[in-house]
């Protein structure tokens, strides 16, 4: 799923500064699986900003709604008149853009899309794919050297790596755990095989899957 | 004098390394490097070192040439994609500046500028087939070149890194892809860097042995604890402990190391960092 994570409250704050009345929206799949965009959340936010809003002797009303799916247009077509002059989305980055692309005002977004990832337990994520657009696991034992080594190199560990640890020392180092896992798998040839450097064409030139019209891939 | 001529000539090499400022006033490098002149075959010049913004590593080598001096043109891959690195190599040989150490490099988090973009396009066994294409006469398209450069590459290598399977298989990968010599990580463990010796004895490359002169027990004991690869044995922390002149005894520590392996290696890499005045004093105490 899509990873996301609420913006400070006065960085929104900042951003909904010159407006009246504004709907926050929750998204109910990805975001609200992350515990930022359901209706619980977006029924929280809007308390917080409420307060934090009358505390600095502002007038903003703000109300909430929950869709179903904000990256899909049926979904947004359910959106009724409020009379509200900006939207503020807890969906991710493509929700914002498609609720901006279908509606007539200003849309912000309230959260900040981080990854995609997996549960690793009671609201705890790890990112284990960056929508590289050529896929590599197939090499690295199933992890991710783009997402989970801070370089995203495809000969590792480099020389940072101390004890297991990254070098960045917030995170086990990608590539000991990827030559681990592939000596458990018995795919030794991948430990030594030299990766070739990635083409990251794929991700540039890929802007819209259309599976009516596939195309060639390169 | 250069690592090329030493090693053709069968000397034990000694190279040293300086940075470049920050800022255009080269004089104190120059003077370093004029310090060092005669003393050490080569010069390795840092590029961006810990990810600490400089002035460019081409052009401190030019500088360093231009004074008679032999500069090893380190290259990291952090700030440049593979258009940059090609053009800065094949714009450092049109200057006589073959000898190069190709590294991955820090990353920017860790720097000094934290929120730069970290471009890691290539890394250092990609770097090392990078610059044997160039060698043979073309670039990473396919391009023919007019003019190819004539680059003898060297790479990096931790003998006491942790895991250390991983690490030899990099090594392996490193000497594929064309690596003639390696400078290692600092070692302080005589028989332990004898045991890496006798593993990397098996290829045909150069390897220096990376040494920092440990100035204070405090120094040892920070770089067990924050440099990736660096053992510091406690019999020399001890050492340092109890000296009244730790300074002269890291020296004397380094100057013992040297000769200790001194049959066994094909030359040392002194890492100065900012105590390129002991280089001399160790070389002295090596016997060098
Ligand atoms: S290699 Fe690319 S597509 Fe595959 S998991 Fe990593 S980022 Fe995602
Ligand atoms: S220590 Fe490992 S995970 Fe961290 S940057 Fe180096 S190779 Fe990547």
């Given at each position: 799923?899509?990873?996301?994570?609420?913006?400070?409250?006065?960085?929104?704050?900042?951003?909904?500064?010159?407006?009246?009345?504004?709907?926050?929206?929750?998204?109910?799949?990805?975001?609200?699986?992350?515990?930022?965009?359901?209706?619980?959340?977006?029924?929280?936010?809007?308390?917080?900003?409420?307060?934090?809003?009358?505390?600095?002797?502002?007038?903003?009303?703000?109300?909430?709604?929950?869709?179903?799916?904000?990256?899909?247009?049926?979904?947004?077509?359910?959106?009724?008149?409020?009379?509200?002059?900006?939207?503020?989305?807890?969906?991710?980055?493509?929700?914002?853009?498609?609720?901006?692309?279908?509606?007539?005002?200003?849309?912000?977004?309230?959260?900040?899309?981080?990854?995609?990832?997996?549960?690793?337990?009671?609201?705890?994520?790890?990112?284990?794919?960056?929508?590289?657009?050529?896929?590599?696991?197939?090499?690295?034992?199933?992890?991710?050297?783009?997402?989970?080594?801070?370089?995203?190199?495809?000969?590792?560990?480099?020389?940072?790596?101390?004890?297991?640890?990254?070098?960045?020392?917030?995170?086990d180092c990608a590539w000991v755990q990827i030559h681990e896992r592939l000596e458990e798998l018995g795919q030794d040839e991948c430990i030594t095989e030299t990766h070739e450097p990635r083409d990251h064409s794929t991700k540039t030139?890929?802007?819209?899957?259309?599976?009516?019209?596939?195309?060639?891939?390169? | 004098?250069?690592?090329?001529?030493?090693?053709?000539?069968?000397?034990?090499?000694?190279s040293s390394e300086v940075g470049p400022p920050t800022g255009t006033d080269v004089s104190e490098m120059l003077e370093t490097a004029d310090m060092l002149h005669g003393r050490v075959d080569a010069l390795n010049v840092t590029d961006?070192?810990?990810?600490?913004?400089?002035?460019?590593?081409?052009?401190?080598?030019?500088?360093?040439?231009?004074?008679?001096?032999?500069?090893?043109?380190?290259?990291?891959?952090?700030?440049?994609?593979?258009?940059?690195?090609?053009?800065?190599?094949?714009?450092?040989?049109?200057?006589?500046?073959?000898?190069?150490?190709?590294?991955?490099?820090?990353?920017?988090?860790?720097?000094?500028?934290?929120?730069?973009?970290?471009?890691?396009?290539?890394?250092?066994?990609?770097?090392?087939?990078?610059?044997?294409?160039?060698?043979?006469?073309?670039?990473?398209?396919?391009?023919?070149?007019?003019?190819?450069?004539?680059?003898?590459?060297?790479?990096?290598?931790?003998?006491?890194?942790?895991?250390?399977?991983?690490?030899?298989?990099?090594?392996?990968?490193?000497?594929?892809?064309?690596?003639?010599?390696?400078?290692?990580?600092?070692?302080?463990?005589?028989?332990?860097?004898?045991?890496?010796?006798?593993y990397a004895r098996q290829f045909d490359v150069r390897v220096l042995a990376g040494l920092v002169v440990p100035r204070s027990a405090r120094m040892a004991r920070f770089m067990n604890k924050n440099i990736p690869g660096i053992t510091?044995?406690?019999?020399?922390?001890?050492?340092?402990?109890?000296?009244?002149?730790?300074?002269?005894?890291?020296?004397?520590?380094?100057?013992?190391?040297?000769?200790?392996?001194?049959?066994?290696?094909?030359?040392?890499?002194?890492?100065?960092?900012?105590?390129?005045?002991?280089?001399?004093?160790?070389?002295?105490?090596?016997?060098?």
């Open positions: 799923m899509i990873v996301v994570r609420q913006k400070p409250i006065d960085d929104i704050l900042e951003m909904v500064a010159r407006h009246k009345r504004v709907l926050i929206l929750g998204c109910n799949t990805c975001s609200a699986v992350a515990l930022a965009g359901g209706e619980k959340e977006v029924e929280t936010l809007a308390e917080l900003l409420r307060l934090a809003t009358s505390r600095k002797g502002a007038s903003i009303e703000f109300e909430g709604a929950v869709l179903q799916r904000q990256c899909e247009p049926e979904f947004i077509e359910e959106l009724e008149e409020g009379g509200f002059d900006a939207f503020l989305s807890l969906g991710c980055g493509a929700g914002v853009a498609l609720l901006s692309e279908k509606e007539d005002i200003p849309v912000y977004p309230g959260i900040d899309t981080l990854f995609i990832g997996a549960s690793k337990g009671l609201a705890n994520w790890q990112a284990e794919c960056s929508a590289c657009g050529e896929c590599v696991l197939g090499e690295t034992a199933g992890i991710c050297p783009v997402t989970r080594c801070p370089k995203g190199i495809m000969n590792g560990p480099c020389g940072g790596v101390s004890d297991g640890q990254c070098e960045l020392g917030d995170r030139l890929v802007r819209e899957w259309d599976m009516s019209e596939p195309g060639e891939r390169k | 004098m250069s690592l090329r001529a030493a090693f053709a000539e069968g000397r034990f090499a000694v961006n070192q810990a990810a600490v913004m400089r002035l460019s590593t081409i052009a401190a080598c030019i500088h360093l040439k231009q004074h008679g001096h032999d500069p090893v043109f380190q290259v990291t891959c952090r700030d440049r994609n593979r258009l940059g690195l090609q053009s800065d190599l094949l714009g450092a040989a049109s200057f006589g500046i073959t000898e190069v150490l190709a590294l991955t490099g820090d990353h920017v988090v860790v720097g000094d500028h934290p929120e730069a973009a970290a471009v890691f396009d290539l890394e250092s066994v990609q770097l090392l087939d990078t610059v044997a294409t160039l060698a043979d006469g073309s670039d990473l398209a396919g391009n023919e070149l007019t003019g190819s450069p004539e680059f003898f590459v060297g790479a990096v290598v931790t003998p006491d890194a942790n895991p250390i399977r991983p690490q030899l298989a990099k090594f392996e990968k490193k000497v594929r892809s064309g690596a003639r010599f390696f400078q290692t990580q600092a070692v302080y463990d005589a028989e332990s860097f004898l045991r890496f010796m006798e510091v044995p406690n019999a020399i922390i001890e050492e340092l402990d109890a000296s009244e002149d730790p300074v002269q005894t890291g020296v004397d520590v380094t100057g013992r190391f040297i000769r200790e392996v001194r049959e066994h290696c094909d030359g040392v890499h002194i890492m100065a960092i900012g105590a390129e005045h002991l280089v001399p004093r160790v070389l002295d105490a090596a016997g060098l």
